[in-house]
């Protein structure tokens, strides 16, 4: 990291302002050369920004951060210009102008926070969740992220693993010094702490993952042809998502919608007409494809008359406003009526209703699917240390890779091509 970096921060011009972040060892002396003597640190100071001829370019506040107390660890200074596109331009040039100084990469600040410790992998995570959270749920996960719950509880565990390996250490230590047996009482108390440890780690990874508030709930409505399955899907959208006509079969192929529902986004899936016999070879495919859906929902909407195909679908009562289907049969959780609001609240209630299983609670920590596979290997080593207590070489081992698991989570051991995925996320600038 010996380059100096620079890159606008604050968004795209044009705007009132636009932020210029430089970043590295060469940080104060570029911006030296542009703005003349710099401000005292952390106080902003108004400066006329010259390029290598003297040629006037904009007046700007300038801030200038000495490291490692920065947001990425080192030098660091904010040029504050006007945001108009060819200032913003003109400034770039010029620090451009100067050896060693270059643009950012995507993330390359971020990163750089990273390698010099001023934030752990996990919190650079939760940074990319926030800049790319398009619902308040997301938003609240990722925050906690980047507030360090995620890190927080795992250098909680990493300490419980720190302290057992301790104790498995100093046992083997006094083993081999006084050639003795092993104190049956001490195993069994390590034994009960890393079955308690495993326990903890599997009750919290065992919820459901952050994740889920990215992909989106997908709803999938299903049931044999001319069932209202599309009438449903745009009630429910509130808009004109999907073709409805008296025609049985209207629907061949999957009709996706997505909505954005009490801080929760929702895919809708219209699919075919689920037909029992069918000569039409494009009708046939969309029966193969509304089967796959149905085995994919999250939440399944079933419209038929025949009872559901999966023990957890919504089975809901179709076109209620036809006088010979009025009544409620028996089973059938909800009637639909496409003149009735309130029944199509009532089907969006029980969704909402089966979508808060399925997603992490609000109060709950947000871990990815990624991490929790890491935890789940931690707590694994960690049952496998138990059932091998006879031999403390192996419990030993065990405890080293359920540390190393969860050390990998917070960037301890983070490959460059790992790195290059997480930090591709960001935008220029961050």
């Not at 650079?124 to 619902?135: K, P, S």
């Not at 300490?159 to 009482?185: G, H, K, N, Y």
């Not at 929760?264 to 089967?291: N, S």
């Amino acid at each position: 990291m010996t380059d100096t970096i620079f890159a606008v921060s604050s968004g795209q011009p044009p705007a009132a302002i636009a932020v210029i972040r430089v970043s590295g060892p060469g940080a104060f002396a570029v911006a030296e050369r542009l703005a003349g003597r710099l401000p005292e640190p952390r106080r902003a100071g108004l400066r006329s920004l010259r390029d290598g001829e003297g040629a006037l370019l904009d007046s700007a506040l300038v801030l200038c951060f000495p490291g490692p107390a920065t947001a990425t660890g080192e030098d660091l200074v904010e040029l504050h210009c006007h945001g108009g596109r060819a200032v913003v331009a003109a400034v770039e040039a010029a620090l451009a102008e100067h050896p060693g100084v270059r643009r950012a990469e995507p993330g390359e600040f971020t990163r750089r926070a990273l390698l010099n410790g001023r934030i752990d992998l996990a919190e650079a995570e939760g940074l990319a969740d926030l800049l790319e959270a398009q619902t308040e749920r997301q938003r609240r996960a990722a925050i906690g992220a980047v507030e360090g719950r995620v890190s927080q509880a795992l250098r909680g565990w990493m300490d419980q693993l720190s302290a057992l390996s301790a104790a498995i250490e100093a046992m083997l230590d006094f083993a081999e010094e006084d050639d003795v047996p092993l104190d049956a009482a001490v195993v069994a108390r390590i034994k009960r702490d890393m079955d308690a440890l495993s326990a903890a780690i599997l009750e919290v990874v065992d919820r459901p993952p952050v994740d889920r508030l990215h992909d989106g709930i997908r709803v999938v409505l299903a049931g044999p042809p001319n069932s209202g399955k599309s009438t449903l899907l745009n009630l429910l959208v509130e808009r004109e998502a999907a073709i409805v006509s008296p025609i049985a079969g209207t629907t061949r192929d999957r009709i996706e919608a997505s909505v954005l529902r009490g801080g929760i986004a929702y895919v809708l899936t219209d699919t075919a007409g689920l037909a029992e016999d069918t000569d039409d070879v494009i009708e046939a495919i969309g029966v193969t494809r509304a089967q796959e859906a149905i085995v994919q929902a999250d939440i399944l909407l079933w419209m038929a008359d025949t009872p559901p195909p999966r023990a957890d679908a919504i089975w809901l009562h179709s076109r209620a406003d036809l006088p010979e289907r009025a009544a409620l049969p028996p089973g059938r959780r909800l009637a639909v009526r496409r003149d009735d609001s309130a029944s199509v609240a009532a089907v969006w209630e029980a969704i909402a209703e089966a979508a808060a299983t399925l997603l992490p609670r609000e109060d709950a920590i947000g871990f990815k699917r990624h991490q929790q596979a890491q935890c789940r290997r931690a707590a694994q080593a960690l049952m496998a240390a138990v059932a091998r207590t006879d031999d403390i070489l192996l419990v030993a081992e065990e405890l080293r890779v359920a540390r190393q698991s969860l050390a990998e989570l917070l960037g301890v051991s983070a490959t460059e091509t790992m790195l290059d995925a997480l930090f591709g996320r960001f935008c220029l600038g961050k």
